[in-house]
C-alpha cells in the first residue's frame, strides 16, 4: 500500500534529530520499527479543516483528536473551463463544486499540528484533495498533513498559462519559483504550529516542487519528472538533501512515453539520486496513485 510505504519512509528517521541524509538499513527492520510505533500509538479520530490558507488560497489540514462535527464529504472547486483552457486553447465548460463522500472524519476550524508532519504537494490542473486518502492514512501513523493549494489548480480560474502544457513548460521558471514559495509557507506554518520534524511528498509538478527546495527534508518524489529539455539538475538540485524515496509506475503515461521514457527515469534517478530508494511498480499509471473518488470526478464533471 502506497500509504505504507510513504510512512514506513518517514518513520525511519531518528526521533532525536531532523531529516538526516541517511539511507534505511532494511526494509525489515523499519516495517517492524513502524509495526511497534503503531502498537503502541491509541488510535484516535481524523480531524480535517479547510479553512486555512497558504499561499493566499484554501489548503486542507488533517491531523487526530476527538472532538469537531461529522465530517460527510470533502468540498472543493472543479473548474472544467481552466482545464479546457490550459489543455485545449478554449473556454469549454465552467467551475462547479465537487463533493467527495467521506466516513469518519470530524470537521473543525483547526485540529493541533502533531509533532510529525507531512506536506502533500499536488501536479498541474490538479487539487489540494488528489491525495487525501494518503493523508488520512498517515493520519493514523501520528502525522499531520497539510495540503496547500497551487496557483495551477484546477480549482479556482485563476493561474491560466496559455499554451496549455507547452505553454506551462515555457513559464516553467516563474511557476516553479511561486510552488516553491507556497511550499516553504507551508513549512512555516506548521513548524509554527508545534511541528518539529516535516516531510514532503509530491505528486508529478509537486514531485518536482518537492525535489528542489532547498534543505534537509525527507522527501517522497511521485512521477516528478520533466521532459529531456529541461534540465533534470534543475529538478533534482543539490541543495535538496535528505532521504527520498522516487516512485514511478511502469505505465506513467506522462512519465514513460515520449518524449520521456522509464529507460530516462532510472537513468536520471541513478545519475543524480543513487542514494534514493526507488520503486518502479508493474502496471501503475500516472494517475493510479491519485484519489480514486478524484479521478472519478474528472471522468463525470
Not at 500509504?3 to 532525536?16: C, G, H
Request: glycine share 8%; charged share 20%; proline share 6%.
Amino acid at each position: 500500500h502506497l500509504s505504507f510505504v510513504l510512512a514506513m519512509q518517514l518513520y525511519a528517521q531518528p526521533v532525536e534529530a531532523p531529516w538526516r541524509p541517511s539511507r534505511v538499513a532494511t526494509r525489515r527492520g523499519v516495517v517492524a520499527a513502524l509495526a511497534r510505533k503503531v502498537s503502541t500509538r491509541v488510535m484516535q479520530r481524523i480531524q480535517y479543516s479547510d479553512g486555512i490558507s497558504i499561499g493566499g488560497r484554501p489548503a486542507s489540514l488533517w491531523s487526530v483528536g476527538e472532538d469537531g462535527k461529522e465530517l460527510s464529504a470533502y468540498r472543493y472547486a472543479f473548474s472544467a473551463r481552466k482545464l479546457a483552457l490550459s489543455i485545449l486553447g478554449w473556454p469549454l465548460g465552467s467551475s462547479s463544486e465537487v463533493e467527495l463522500p467521506v466516513e469518519g472524519l470530524l470537521q473543525v476550524e483547526e485540529p493541533a499540528v502533531m509533532s510529525r508532519a507531512v506536506v502533500l504537494v499536488h501536479g498541474l490542473l490538479c487539487s489540494r484533495l488528489d491525495m487525501a486518502h494518503i493523508a488520512e492514512d498517515l493520519c493514523r501513523r501520528g502525522f499531520s498533513v497539510l495540503a496547500p493549494e497551487m496557483d495551477d489548480s484546477v480549482s479556482h480560474e485563476e493561474g491560466i498559462v496559455p499554451g496549455g502544457f507547452v505553454g506551462s513548460l515555457l513559464a516553467r521558471e516563474d511557476a516553479e519559483e511561486r510552488r516553491l514559495q507556497v511550499l516553504q509557507e507551508a513549512i512555516s506554518w506548521l513548524r509554527a504550529r508545534g511541528a518539529n520534524e516535516v516531510g514532503l511528498v509530491g505528486h508529478s509538478r509537486g514531485g518536482v516542487t518537492i525535489s528542489q527546495l532547498e534543505g534537509c527534508f525527507c522527501r517522497v518524489n511521485i512521477a516528478g519528472f520533466q521532459p529531456p529539455q529541461v534540465d533534470p539538475e534543475d529538478i533534482f538540485r543539490a541543495n535538496a538533501l535528505g532521504p527520498m524515496l522516487i516512485i514511478c509506475g511502469s505505465e506513467d503515461e506522462v512519465c514513460t512515453r515520449p518524449p520521456l521514457s522509464m529507460k530516462y527515469v532510472q537513468e536520471t534517478v541513478q545519475r543524480l539520486r543513487p542514494e534514493a530508494e526507488s520503486f518502479y511498480p508493474s502496471g501503475v499509471t500516472h494517475f493510479n496513485l491519485l484519489n480514486p473518488k478524484v479521478v472519478e470526478t474528472w471522468r463525470t464533471t
